[in-house]
């Protein structure tokens, strides 16, 4: 089975870290780049940061540009987003996705498969 499984979001205040990891299975995870998206209360899902298969070609939304880090381990079939500097800004349920091919996409609808997502809090 297809398994995308985010992992490491939880309560952090202003200005800490989380590394979330997102672990595949059930597909040949080095042909996929990778899309982290987020979806927080009244606003809508939004491209975060992407990598692609083998490139190295990555992306960031501006607003996340400079405190966030996204790598991928395709030994262990997962990619991270190193998430530094945190602000309130930043809650949201952040969701992995993985789209076949080199190249990653910034709009949700051209990816394959989807994880459960997992919970981003950042107090004031």
């Known amino acids: 089975e297809v398994q995308l499984v985010e992992s490491g979001g939880g309560l952090v205040q202003a200005g800490g870290s989380l590394r979330l990891s997102c672990a595949a299975s059930?597909?040949?995870?080095?042909?996929?780049?990778i899309g982290w998206f987020r979806q927080a209360p009244g606003k809508e899902r939004e491209g975060v940061s992407c990598?692609?298969?083998?490139?190295?070609?990555?992306y960031y939304a501006d607003s996340v540009k400079g405190r966030f880090t996204i790598s991928r381990d395709n030994a262990k079939n997962t990619v991270y987003l190193q998430m530094n500097s945190l602000k309130p800004e930043d809650t949201a349920v952040y969701y992995c996705?993985?789209?076949?091919?080199?190249?990653?996409?910034?709009?949700?609808?051209?990816?394959?498969?989807w994880g459960q997502g997992t919970q981003v809090t950042v107090s004031s």
């Open positions: 990598i692609s298969s083998s490139d190295g070609s990555t």
């Open positions: 996705a993985a789209v076949w091919g080199v190249s990653y996409y910034i709009f949700s609808n051209e990816y394959d498969y």
């Open positions: 059930g597909f040949t995870f080095d042909d996929y780049a």
